[in-house]
């Protein structure tokens, strides 16, 4: 069953119990006071025929004439004519409860009504005769040393009959205020679980695959709110899935490269070594064949250890060291110069002092691997620089931040989030040439990682490259950087 059934049902469910009891309450309040009236008014015409009997009896005993108990029949007589037209019944009877006189055929009642009387009290009773109501009133009176018990009754079923229809009325119309309140109660019923109704067809379009589906609720309760952070829950579900999806591309990306990258310098190495085992060669050839599988060796050796710290470095944790910057610029342009130098590329260097916290060979290399990529993007006489200053995030984070720049082809733009992938190379043919196999970049955005630093690209295709290294620095003056000295 659907929460607004569910919101109907129970809604109706309390309406009709408060309706039914509100309605009994008051029908059966507007019984009593009609009851109670018509009890009173029974009670006052009974107190008028014994006063009338009492006056009567009163009057022959003060005359002396009143000798038997037969000429109350003639009291009731003068009564009877006194009350005709109100429909009052009414009957006397003596001790031995034998009628003295009657106004009617006949007057039935219950006889236990006249057990227990004394004078002054009165006993009623409402009973049905003949399919009608009636209620039955009898007192006991005394009479010249003797009992006579006075009977009269009145019909009550027109009170019956009005309460039947006050609450065959009441039915009526509770069964239309249900009615009524049921689709007004549907409608907003609905309107109130819609939101939730597209949260849940959002929550089933969600489970389906579909991430980039929003509920696009704005509500000021607590279902917008509920909206909001489900589809915040949502967008980093998107945005998980998102990296799990790229985690596994750069996976099948690594292995397929890292087959390719195999594959070709060991066909080459298993054919000149085949070469070499089962033919005669001039030393020439076997010089160049050695020499070529030399070499392949040499770079399968290389990726080997670059592939090994990649793995080392995920599972590295580094002892900071403070690092003199200018000093470790100039460590870092000893190191470069001469590859530079015979590419015809030159180098100039500027770096602010300041003093960073790290691991001295680990940001040494990737200092020069982002060097020497740029000496490969570069052409004889271009330019590479070498920029250091301090920065100033907030107030109370400050960075180091050194960018290598150089004039050479650039980066497309689509390439710029996959170049620190392993393997992953923008031009390959041009890479291999130059002994590269991809894992430089990938290699210096872990070690970025273990420093808490980030690593920045910026390029333009024909105008060359901008790549950043932001680490936690603090700027010192140069009589300050003794440790470095």
Known sequence: MSFKHKVLITNIVLM?????????????NSYQVSMDMQLD????????????????????????????MEQIGEIGSEIAVSVEGTGAKFSFLDGERNCIYINMERLDFDGELLNYLERGRRNYIIEEQD?????????????NDSNMYLVNQRDVSDLYKQNEKQIWFFQITMLIALVVCASIISIISHWLTRPIEQLNNTASVIASGDYSVRTELVSNDEIGELAEKFDSMAEAIEGHVQELKDHVRQQEDFVASFTHEIKTPMTAIIGYADMLRS???EKEQQFLAANYIFHEGKRLESMSFKLFDLIALKRQDILPQDIYMPIFGEEIQESV??????????????LEAAIVEGDRDLLKTVIINLIDNARKASKAGDEIRMLGACLEETEDTRFYEIQIQDDGCGIPEEEVNKICEAFYMVDKSRAREQGGAGLGLATASLIMEVHHGKLLIKSIVGKGTTICVRLPGREVKEDEAQIET
């Open 279 to 281: 033919k005669e060669l």
């Open 131 to 143: 399919g009608n109501e009636t209620l039955t009133i009898a007192s006991l009176i005394r009479v």
């Open 41 to 68: 008014r029974a009670m006052e015409e009974h107190q008028m025929i014994v006063s009338a009997v009492e006056s009567a009896v009163v009057d022959l005993l003060v005359n002396d004439s009143f000798y038997s």
């Open 337 to 350: 110069l001469p590859v530079l130098e015979r590419a015809a590329i030159t180098f100039s260097m500027k």
């Open 16 to 28: 009709a119990v408060c309706l039914g009891v509100v309605g009994f309450l008051m029908i059966h």
